[in-house]
């Protein structure tokens, strides 16, 4: 036991030696997970789900899915063909809400006609406010609207409207939205703008006007056409497909064709930017981003690279990629298309699948920060 303890005790002396050298970083580690393979659990009326377009948590730790059920194929959704052509499954409506243990509390929207609204040809990102209003927007031909429902999916309003692109300079519609934010102080609904435009959009979340937008490095969005896998193009690529809020200010934008994230300030002013895998093709590598609530100082953030199939902690200061989860791969703690992640409150992170992943799968935290 004595010697055990003098062990640790020169390993300490050791690291804060390197610390203070400046070889070493403070919690090289970062966060770390493993996969519970026993959430969700299975739905119920004979459901399945398509491909998890969104993913978030709301404040009461629920967890909200925005699903595509037109992207399954005719015998996964065999029981609901005329005539069924085999026991299982059903369609599960766009909008499912679990909770913690994996059940599903509530359940709704989907396509339809005359619904009254322009429900999105390709259901995408999900939102929920601290207001209990639920915005929702689509990346099929022509989303250039976005959604807000009440949690119960009672309509409220459209801001934007179905129809051709315009331009990344059009102020009354959107540019089918990759990924969304809340800033509850200002009341503003940061848009990652998207897989039709090149840029940040702001809105109040009141009113739905759009108060700022900007493209990559801050300055004016264009649409002007550039090559693809570019980590210094002047110009966003599409899509533009997440957007987070640091603690301190900052604005993360997954610029995912490009294979970077860049940071902002919130008036869209540049800080700089981080490149990932630079040598990705096909659909890029920063598919998505968010931070860990037991980090308390957000020294790291988790990267979602869905070309790879890894998701990555992250050192803030440096974009250091300090440890790697996942691999491709059908079994638990694998991902095909990993697309969108979310942390409920006790830092459990949530992952979402799209091409034929079309799988939801939940990542408990091992070891922390410290903070």
């Excluded at 369609?91 to 499912?96: C, H, I, M, Q, R």
């Excluded at 059940?103 to 601290?130: F, M, R, T």
């Excluded at 970077?260 to 930017?273: A, C, L, M, S």
């Excluded at 890894?310 to 996942?326: E, H, L, P, S």
Aim: glycine share 12%; charged share 20%.
């Amino acid at each position: 036991m004595i010697h055990a303890r003098l062990r640790l005790r020169a390993r300490a002396a050791i690291t804060a030696l390197l610390l203070f050298a400046g070889m070493m970083p403070a919690f090289a580690a970062g966060p770390q997970f493993k996969v519970d393979p026993f959430w969700p659990k299975p739905l119920p009326n004979n459901w399945i789900i398509g491909q998890v377009g969104g993913l978030t948590v709301d404040a009461n730790d629920n967890i909200w899915v925005f699903q595509r059920p037109r992207s399954l194929t005719p015998d996964e959704k065999g029981a609901a063909l005329t005539p069924p052509r085999s026991k299982c499954c059903v369609p599960a409506p766009s909008v499912l809400v679990f909770n913690q243990a994996g059940d599903v509390v509530k359940a709704w929207g989907g396509p339809g006609d005359n619904l009254g609204y322009d429900w999105p040809l390709q259901e995408h990102s999900i939102l929920v406010d601290n207001k209990g209003f639920v915005w929702l927007t689509g990346n099929g031909r022509g989303d250039n609207m976005m959604l807000k429902f009440t949690t119960d999916g009672k309509f409220v309003k459209e801001f934007g409207r179905r129809g051709p692109l315009t331009s990344s300079t059009d102020l009354s519609q959107f540019g089918e939205v990759g990924g969304l934010a809340f800033d509850a102080a200002a009341n503003e609904i940061y848009a990652a703008d998207g897989y039709g435009n090149h840029r940040v959009a702001v809105l109040d979340a009141d009113t739905g006007a759009i108060k700022r937008i900007w493209g990559a490095y801050g300055r004016p969005p264009t649409d002007q056409i550039l090559s693809k896998y570019n980590p210094d193009s002047p110009q966003f690529g599409n899509p533009v497909h997440c957007i987070a809020l640091s603690k301190d200010g900052l604005v993360y934008v997954c610029d995912r064709i490009n294979n970077r994230i860049q940071v902002f300030h919130k008036d869209g002013t540049f800080v700089r930017q981080f490149v990932f895998a630079p040598k990705t093709r096909g659909s890029g590598s920063t598919w998505g981003m968010a931070f860990s609530p037991l980090d308390k100082a957000q020294d790291y953030f988790v990267l979602i690279d869905g070309t790879n199939n890894v998701m990555q902690t992250v050192r803030r200061a440096d974009g250091q990629v300090v440890d790697t989860f996942g691999g491709p791969g059908r079994n638990a703690g694998e991902f095909h298309w990993v697309h969108v992640g979310a942390f409920d409150s006790h830092g459990n992170y949530y992952t979402g699948e799209v091409d034929t992943g079309k799988r939801l799968q939940k990542w408990v935290p091992v070891q922390q920060s410290n903070k």
